[in-house]
């Protein structure tokens, strides 16, 4: 396990706290933390048999934190799913199935393999155990916001062929998909939605 800290964050987990004596130095807690961009590099060229360095750098932040990898004229997404979403067998099911949709012809971003075949690596972050793939760039524009019916039809098509292509996927790992649960919890959210954004009723 690698502990990765970027440095800025950890001047910043120091709390003042108050107490009858006068003042005591603790540590705060870390919700999620980033990772240091070129720790990440390194621990890349181990785990993926890297030569001459790699080049890495954070693009975007959310449920996922995202840098880019450019190694060898060759450009990778590098995915750090936050503490506690998923276990270890809840992630590499979701790497399985990706890997399952691009072999039958859905255009997915491909986790790569380490050296030892897997198909993500785990790092020890301040705030806990966080899982971390490597997969093939996707050039693409970032999306604006604005959706049309071309838009919205295209994205039904691609949604109906990794539904086709996801039919008959099978693993070893366990993941608690749920997804009559989630339509039941999701779907009076977005008919409320539909209320306040009629023109969407088209989509």
Not at 118 to 128: C, D, Q
Not at 129 to 143: I, K, S, T
Request: overall charge neutral; charged content about 25%.
């Amino acid at each position: 396990m690698v502990t990765l800290l970027h440095s800025h964050l950890w001047r910043r987990s120091i709390l003042l706290t108050q107490v009858s004596s006068g003042y005591l130095h603790m540590t705060f807690p870390v919700s999620q933390s980033v990772l240091d961009p070129n720790a990440l590099a390194s621990a890349i060229a181990v785990r993926y048999g890297f030569s001459g360095g790699a080049r890495c750098r954070l693009i975007s932040r959310g449920m996922n934190d995202i840098y880019r990898i450019d190694h060898a004229e060759e450009s990778y997404a590098l995915k750090v799913a936050r503490s506690g979403k998923s276990t270890d067998d809840e992630f590499a099911y979701e790497q399985e199935y990706v890997l399952h949709l691009a072999n039958n012809g859905v255009a997915v971003p491909i986790p790569q393999l380490t050296k030892d075949g897997s198909t993500f690596f785990t790092v020890e972050a301040p705030e806990g155990h966080r899982q971390v793939v490597l997969m093939a760039w996707l050039d693409g524009e970032p999306f604006n916001g604005i959706i049309d019916k071309n838009d919205a039809h295209r994205l039904g098509v691609m949604l109906a062929q990794i539904h086709i292509a996801g039919a008959d996927f099978r693993t070893s790992h366990k993941k608690e998909v749920g997804t009559v649960r989630k339509i039941q919890e999701r779907l009076p959210h977005l008919l409320d939605l539909l209320k306040k954004k009629p023109y969407d009723h088209d989509f």
